[in-house]
């Protein structure tokens, strides 16, 4: 069974820092994708960041270039998010969740869909003085 | 960025009603679009992928369509778990982005 567990949340004061954890279980977690999704208290959700099987590669949103890092330990099936100069409105539900690629054929050529097929619980980042 | 509406942004439908959710894309996704359900205090649940694949072991009254920058979520009899927030995602270029989501009430 697929499982994701995020830890690291509390809260913190404006311009402070946290780091996230998301304990990953159940499937081969060098073989996928990872990313981090927030959701803001009463709002949508906001994708914040995607990291690739090896973490050679990673992907931001502009709001958090700069001061968040997304990584990996493949040896630990574990995701975090470093989260640095945090700002009130970043108050917010943190996900984890798994990015599945699959491959079909639409008119005539092969397309990689990507999705988030399991997410974590979440973990609430309070950002207050 | 691409932006993704959604309509309606709410609605009131009674069980066994046929439902439908918009999402248009402010360019073209082609199908790279997803659909997910979220209850609350839950995490999302992923609907459908590439615009009209069902995901393992989600009822099939659930359906998708679309293509290009516009896409619809249909759910063809509503049921009483069916009462949720409907988000739709683009998963084309990043940064990925959501639609701001559509409540489904009960009347």
């Known amino acids: 069974e697929v499982q994701l567990v995020e830890s690291g949340g509390g809260l913190v004061q404006p311009g402070g820092s946290l780091r996230l954890s998301c304990a990953a279980s159940g499937f081969t977690f060098t073989n996928y994708w990872m990313t981090w999704v927030r959701q803001a208290p009463g709002k949508g959700l906001e994708w914040v960041a995607n990291i690739k099987q090896d973490g050679s590669l990673t992907y931001y949103v502009d709001s958090v270039k700069g001061r968040f890092t997304i990584s990996r330990d493949n040896a630990k099936n574990s995701l975090y998010l470093q989260m640095n100069r945090l700002r009130a409105e970043e108050t917010a539900v943190y996900y984890c969740a798994r990015v599945f690629e699959s491959m079909i054929t639409f008119g005539g050529v092969i397309a990689i869909p990507v999705y988030f097929d399991y997410w974590g619980q979440g973990t609430l980042v309070t950002v207050s003085s | 960025d691409i932006q993704m509406t959604q309509s309606p942004s709410s609605l009131s439908a009674s069980v066994g009603d046929r439902v439908a959710i918009t999402c248009r894309a402010s360019q073209s996704i082609t199908i790279y679009l997803n659909w997910y359900q979220q209850k609350p205090g839950k995490a999302p649940k992923l609907l459908i992928y590439?615009?009209?694949s069902l995901q393992s072991g989600v009822p099939s009254r659930f359906s998708g369509s679309g293509s290009g920058t516009d896409f619809t979520l249909t759910i063809s009899s509503l049921q009483p778990a069916d009462f949720a927030t409907y988000y739709c995602q683009q998963t084309y270029i990043t940064p990925l982005t959501f639609g701001q989501g559509t409540k489904v009430e009960i009347k």
């Open positions: 590439a615009a009209s």
